[in-house]
């Protein structure tokens, strides 16, 4: 495996998907189908992909309520990649579930594009410590759930369709729509998450510990499969990990988190440039944040 | 649209690592060949092992020389040959209309228990008050023999179909109850989530996923609770039966037909062989890994 090569051409078919389709965006039949991007720009607000303010999470316990964290603050900018990176049980995955809205919280506001959000919904793609697929659909149908499931297909059934191929292709699964999930490989399936997650066009990608399941080889490829989406797309990334490695090598900023309740303890710009390589985590500039990063954990551990 | 190797793409990433892993790419194509020659390799060796039990069977009667204590394969087949057009008892039905009428209350049975087992174990699975409370009247009914029952179902609902029927659907319930409850905790609350982040609502995920998920599950335990209505047929044509597989059973036991005897046990064997078969088709096409 040739992990050292420089990015210089992004695969075709990774460059060459419209943002966001046109479905959505509810353009006349007349007009040529209005990207994501211009969309997104329509609609800029100058807010944040995602903001969290004064968030408080308490878990009751017999009687006795234990705080998860309190009173959290986060700030995501639009195309920006920012890891949650702590030890297990500080809470970072307990605030990417409430960003998703699939956690209640005591008190504090979530806004999506300045939008105040309460329930779960489509502007927030979530991708799970294990793929999540549903085993009774096929490989394409997995894909096209979120649409289907959101009463579009009706509207666009060819449109969508092939979308969902296009999705296909660039996770690098053409030829595997019909096949059902158990019949793919590990890495395959991730990727068939990460098309049903796409497809849905969120405004944001909540991913939890995504990778921790995978053996090293295919974990490496995936980080490389991640890299390489979000420079052809540009999407906005909220990363959960454990891995400090993983946080340096793919995030633009980390917010590393203290024990419970302690939330946020340090936020640190990555000082890597864009496209990441493999080999920039040999940088001095890495090898610095790595042991910045570990010895706060260590002094708040 | 065909699915194979070949088409696996040749996508190189931006940092020079071809997408997929050239050696770990499924061939989904030759997968499937080779399940569907296991499963009919399965279903040669399932015909062998009947074949096998007929012969240890004759085996055994051969050597106890007894018609009356083991029917030998021959008299019992001639018996089956003979009954399924005579009527027996004179006057009643044939052995295929027995079949038939015992067939139709095992199913209400069935159906009517299964049906009630899924919505109490649903509801259960829901709101979990109702499952602290029911759980334990569940847990009581479930050992209770269905023998135990008859008389009290003829005070309630004389000696007609229904006592019969609601004694089977009596059987089937908690069977269904248990295993909708172990089917719905089986499903990963992260799928249900999984569903609801993907922009749909709680009323399709329910019904869509975690309902869908759970059932594979669901059909496992109307399998078990099919072969378990069949083992109170005999009780429940017991209650003031004039036909049906249980009450030939039962009289021709009483004259000592054994042959008969047998001969009616065979035909609920096959009955029930062939509507397992049905539910393991069902399952076939619920739970793809299965194919």
């Known amino acids: ?301 | 649209m065909t699915i194979s190797a070949l088409d696996a793409p040749e996508t190189v990433l931006d940092l020079g690592v071809p997408i997929n892993d050239p050696i770990d790419i499924p061939d989904v194509v030759a997968e499937r060949s080779r399940r569907r020659r296991t499963t009919a390799r399965r279903v040669g060796f399932g015909a062998l092992g009947l074949g096998m039990a007929v012969v240890i069977w004759e085996v055994v009667a051969t050597i106890i020389g007894n018609d009356i204590m083991v029917p030998s394969v021959q008299s019992t087949v001639s018996a089956l040959a003979h009954y399924l057009t005579t009527p027996y008892p004179s006057g009643s039905d044939p052995l295929w209309e027995d079949a038939l009428v015992s067939t139709e209350r095992v199913l209400m049975g069935f159906g009517i228990g299964t049906f009630c087992g899924v919505a109490v174990g649903s509801v259960m699975y829901a709101v979990q008050p109702i499952r602290h409370l029911v759980d334990p009247i569940i847990e009581v009914t479930r050992p209770l023999p269905p023998l135990a029952f008859i008389p009290v179902l003829i005070m309630w609902f004389g000696i007609g179909q229904t006592p019969k029927v609601v004694l089977i659907s009596i059987g089937v319930l908690p069977i269904m109850v248990v295993s909708t409850i172990a089917a719905l905790d089986a499903v990963p609350k992260d799928l249900e989530h999984c569903g609801r982040t993907l922009g749909a609502s709680r009323r399709y995920v329910l019904l869509n996923v975690q309902v869908r998920a759970a059932l594979p599950a669901i059909v496992t335990g109307m399998r078990i609770a099919m072969a378990a209505s069949w083992t109170s047929i005999v009780a429940a044509e017991m209650i003031a039966a004039n036909s049906g597989l249980g009450f030939v059973i039962l009289q021709a036991g009483n004259y000592l037909q054994m042959p008969l005897v047998f001969a009616g046990i065979a035909m609920i064997g096959a009955v029930g062989l062939l509507l397992d078969t049905s539910l393991r088709t069902a399952l076939f096409w619920l739970d793809p890994s299965r194919r």
């Open chain 1, 1 to 301: 495996m040739e992990l050292h090569q420089t990015a210089t051409a992004v695969a075709p078919s990774l460059r060459g998907l419209p943002l966001s389709p046109s479905w959505e965006t509810g353009s006349p039949d007349a007009m040529p189908p209005a990207t994501g991007l211009q969309r997104r720009i329509a609609s800029d607000t100058g807010a944040p992909a995602v903001k969290v303010e004064g968030l408080t999470k308490t878990f009751g316990r017999r009687g006795r309520q234990v705080p998860v964290f309190n009173n959290i603050n986060l700030s995501v900018q639009k195309g920006e990649f920012v890891c949650l990176l702590g030890p297990s049980g500080c809470g970072k995955s307990t605030l990417l579930s409430a960003i998703a809205g699939i956690l209640p919280f005591d008190k504090g506001s979530v806004a999506i594009d300045g939008t105040t959000v309460t329930g779960p919904g489509a502007d927030r793609g979530m991708l799970f410590q294990s793929p999540m697929l549903f085993s009774w659909l096929t490989v394409r149908d997995n894909v096209l759930f979120g649409p289907r499931a959101r009463g579009l297909m009706k509207r666009a059934r060819a449109e969508i369709g092939a979308q969902a191929d296009e999705m296909l292709s660039t996770v690098g699964l053409h030829g595997f729509g019909d096949a059902y999930p158990h019949e793919l490989s590990g890495g395959m399936r991730h990727r068939v998450a990460f098309a049903r997650a796409l497809l849905n066009n969120p405004a944001v990608l909540l991913m939890d510990e995504p990778f921790g399941a995978l053996d090293a080889m295919t974990r490496s490829r995936m980080h490389a499969f991640l890299i390489s989406l979000w420079e052809a797309r540009r999407i906005t990334i909220v990363f959960v990990t454990h891995d400090i490695e993983e946080a340096v090598l793919l995030g633009d900023r980390i917010c590393v988190f203290g024990n419970r309740p302690n939330g946020i303890i340090k936020e640190l710009e990555v000082p890597l440039g864009r496209p990441r390589r493999f080999e920039d985590l040999e940088e001095p500039a890495a090898l610095v944040t790595k042991r910045s990063i570990r010895e706060t954990l260590w002094a708040a551990a």
